[in-house]
């Protein structure tokens, strides 16, 4: 635990359980530390708690004296985060701890690494009220998932009794209040390509684009960020004769690339050419908000040998052609100018030789255009001979605007901070997308503290946010009429 950091914030549980999350290293598919973490709490808080087949970890704090009668509420986050770092900065996730530091009303990693406030803000939100022996409320559970930030895999396999309750607060959304979200199809084609040897008088080049923003592929796919797997394809295709030979853009289907880069083999008298075309790129790349701190630039530098392979003409313009065709960016857009349908162009890579593969995610509030989306690239992918399948989808999640519980929470947001509450539906997939489809009786709200560029270096948690959003949970567990 930051001990220096612990001094700058609230003295709280809430604070102490969020230090100590980011301390234990919990990327997706490798949550069992801080799972462990937390049976050891309920254990030493006598709590009764439950692993799933999936993975995913229920606590179950029975209801105070006199409240067996109340509604049954569940605390719902996920365990996993994004993990991503920043060009230069080495950090193994599933050895390292996050390192949070305070920069006035945020907890930022410094730029280094992403912060996981997604979803430990959640996780310690719960498991504040779950360990308060002071606390004066009905059953409540703790629900933590696996695998959220991959495709929601653990809210996919889910026990069924895990959701046997009457309302569900899901804690991942930092807007007050989320009521519903887009469905999601996550899918991708794979294909090996006819290569061949690079002409033995060809020069070897190195292309990398860095300094781009980054960021949600939901919530954040409407912003001026632009993506370093587009743009990079875009590049590629303006340059004459070069011959690719690898490429690496792009890392999570969630996250809107920041980085790219590729080798290939150009003409030998054609590098100053090359680097002309960089120059403009460059250009071009300023209408985009870069990383903060960053410019946006694309180098381009010799390398001492060339590739083994490059791809053959053919087989590079098939590549091409999907990369250019492939959807991405906002696609449709609901009345209110909000986001209805999207897709990330999330992973371009291969090498010559190798396997050649496109991830993407398609995310709509509308699942049947969800599916038409999706269909039509996989068709494209398909026609091209590559091998392309859905591999994770869910439901999007239909708001209910003038529901009881809306009211109820619109009305204690107001006591405590004397503003009305908005209500939003997100571009973001969240679990109740799921959970509303396996108990149609649950009553559902998502919210939680403030962040910024969440599944990038720069995510922030606001601290005083953080202090509204613990009262705001702790006065509608403890509302008898809810």
């Known amino acids: 635990m930051n ?50 087949d999936a993975g995913n970890l229920a606590i179950e704090r029975p209801a105070a004296a006199g409240w067996e009668n109340s509604a049954v509420i569940i605390l719902q986050a996920h365990l996993d985060m994004v993990p991503q770092a920043a060009e230069g900065v ?11 530091v305070v920069e006035g009303d945020w907890v930022t ?22 360990t308060d022996k002071t606390l004066q409320c009905g059953a409540l559970r703790g629900v933590f998932t696996v695998s959220e930030e991959t495709g929601l895999g653990g809210a996919e396999d889910i026990a069924p009794d895990f959701l046997q309750g009457d309302i569900l607060f899901n804690l ?20 090996k390509l006819p290569d061949e040897m690079p002409e033995p008088d060809a020069l070897g080049v190195k292309l990398k684009l860095q300094g781009m923003h980054g960021g949600h592929s939901g919530v954040d796919i409407h912003l001026n960020i632009g993506s370093a ?57 300023q209408k985009f908000t870069p990383a903060p701190g960053k410019e946006i630039t694309l180098s381009v530098e010799k390398t001492s040998a060339l590739p083994a392979k490059v791809l053959t003409p053919a087989a590079q313009k098939i590549l091409y052609d999907l990369w250019q065709k492939l959807p991405h960016g906002v696609l449709q857009k609901n009345a209110d100018n909000s986001t209805a349908t999207s897709s990330n162009l999330a992973v371009v890579s291969g090498a010559a030789g190798n396997e050649w593969s496109f991830i993407l995610l398609v995310r709509s509030l509308y699942d049947a255009e969800r599916k038409r989306v999706t269909n039509d690239a996989l068709n494209l992918m398909r026609d091209n001979d590559f091998a392309a399948d859905v591999d994770s989808e869910y439901t999007s999640w239909e708001p209910q605007w003038n529901s009881l519980l809306l009211e109820k929470a619109c009305a204690i947001y107001r006591d405590i901070t004397g503003k009305d509450a908005e209500r939003f539906v997100i571009h973001g997939g969240l679990e109740p997308g799921l959970f509303c489809g396996m108990n149609p009786n649950l009553q559902m709200l998502s919210f939680a503290p403030a962040t910024q560029s969440v599944h990038s270096p720069q995510e922030k948690l606001s601290i005083s946010d953080s202090e509204k959003v613990r009262k705001l949970l702790r006065e509608l567990v403890t509302t008898h009429d809810l």
């Open 229 to 285: 797997t587009v743009a990079l394809g875009g590049f590629l295709r303006s340059v004459e004769n070069l011959r690719l030979a690898r490429v690496n853009a792009g890392t999570l289907h969630n996250a809107i690339a920041r980085e790219a880069e590729a080798e290939a083999v150009i003409p030998a008298g054609d590098w100053e050419k090359l680097c002309t075309a960089a120059a403009d790129f460059n250009c071009e790349m």
């Open 109 to 130: 990693t410094g730029g280094r690494t992403t912060l996981g406030a997604d979803d430990g803000m959640g996780v310690a939100l719960a498991m504040e009220l779950l």
């Open 172 to 191: 991942d959304s930092d807007v007050v209040f989320t009521i519903g979200c887009a469905g999601g199809s996550r899918f991708a084609g794979k294909s």
């Open 3 to 52: 001990t220096s950091v612990e001094k700058l914030l609230p003295d709280n549980a809430y604070w102490k359980y969020f230090l100590k999350i980011c301390s234990i290293p919990h990327p997706s598919g490798h949550e069992e530390k801080l799972r462990d973490f937390l049976i050891a709490e309920a254990v030493k808080h006598h709590l009764a708690y439950r692993v799933d």
């Open 90 to 100: 080495e950090f193994d996730f599933l050895r390292d701890s996050i390192v949070p």
